[in-house]
């Protein structure tokens, strides 16, 4: 008869939510619109779906060659990252390389073997067969300094692959380089690349 008696507590609904309702609000008519175009611009089969990967990819290419071309280090291929790789390509940039005179002299040698006469026939073949012969030198000639000077300045790091990533960096006309020479022909390197 005294007894206390608890009132049923109830349990609070949320005001926004109809009972039979979607649960969420009604979207505005610019995110509609928004919706309504990303679903018009999804592809509607395969074709498209591969013109559009084909797109994305172009557009992605472009800009790590941009980067690339920029020196931004994030846009480089992992066989380009890193301080002994900047410095190979340092290495090779600044120094002039017989590379840079074989389009010419094969021209030259070519022309010569054309014109007819035996004697410039054979000058022909004796400025390719030198030309060969300077590239071949040149290339051991700069592996070697290039390893001496990696043991140098890089002597806990690993060497491994550094021969191959010099030559076909140094076979290259320096205009066709990527990552884009940082150096001029004949500047002094740095001394820390580790920075």
């Known amino acids: ?8 507590v109830e349990s609070p609904q949320p005001t926004d939510v109809k009972p039979g309702g979607k649960g969420r609000p009604t979207p505005t008519r610019k995110e509609a619109e928004a919706a309504a175009k990303a679903r018009n611009k999804a592809p509607r ?20 060659r941009q980067g690339m071309k920029s020196g931004d280090e994030r846009y480089f ?6 301080p002994v ?3 190979i390509r340092d290495f090779v940039d600044a120094r002039f390389s017989i590379v840079e005179m074989v389009i010419p002299l094969m021209l030259v040698g070519l022309l010569l073997g054309y014109t007819g006469n035996s004697a410039l ?11 060969v012969l300077f590239v071949v030198v040149d ?11 990696l043991k140098r300045r890089f002597p806990d790091e690993p060497l491994k ?12 006309m320096k205009f066709m380089r990527l990552p884009k020479a940082r150096v001029k022909i004949g500047q002094p390197l740095p001394e820390d690349y580790h920075k």
């Open 1 to 8: 008869m005294f007894k206390r008696t608890k009132s049923p």
């Open 45 to 64: 089969d395969k074709r498209e779906l591969a013109k559009l990967q084909r797109e994305h990819r172009t557009e992605q290419s472009r800009k790590i």
């Open 77 to 82: 291929l992992p066989r380009d990252k890193g």
């Open 85 to 87: 790789r900047r410095f």
């Open 121 to 131: 026939a054979q000058a022909s073949s004796m400025i390719l067969l030198a030309t």
């Open 139 to 149: 290339m051991l000639l700069l592996r070697f300094k290039v390893r001496r000077e």
């Open 161 to 172: 692959g550094t021969t191959y990533y010099t030559l076909t960096r140094a076979m290259q």
